[in-house]
């Protein structure tokens, strides 16, 4: 597994997976492709850096993390479908660490995304909050 940070020119790829996350975990973001993309960009170009993960020469996701905060903040993480039930997640988020040379990062969950939560419990992430929405 082998972490690599993004530029400008890896923009739709992130885009796209930055989709795939969206409609996986079933988060109410109705943003477009286009939107999407001009997100992205904004968060390359303040406080965010986006990694690719890769697997013999593929890219099999990405992370978005926030480097401005105290304790990092890992705002996206996906991996691509193909490359699922492989451990390829456990081992990303790993080798991520090593490469940002970090042991302490913060994640949110969407309530409802139990394959999320499970995920990051697996890898010992610990409640601290709830965060709340009133509409």
Known sequence: ?????????????????NKCLIEDEQSDNQMSETELYHRMKGFLETEYDAYFFGVD???????????????LYLRQFY????????????????????????????IEVLTWNERGIEFWKKLNFKERSVYMRYN
């Not at 690599?4 to 020119?9: L, S, V």
């Not at 020469?57 to 905060?69: D, E, I, T």
């Open 1 to 17: 597994m082998k972490v690599r940070k993004c530029n400008n020119d890896d923009l739709s790829v992130l885009t796209a997976f």
């Open 57 to 71: 020469g593929k890219v099999v996701g990405y992370a978005l993390v926030k480097n401005s905060s105290t304790s």
């Open 79 to 106: 991996i691509d479908c193909p490359y699922r039930r492989m451990h390829y997640g456990e081992q990303a988020f790993h080798e991520l660490l090593r490469y940002l040379d970090v042991d302490t990062i913060d």
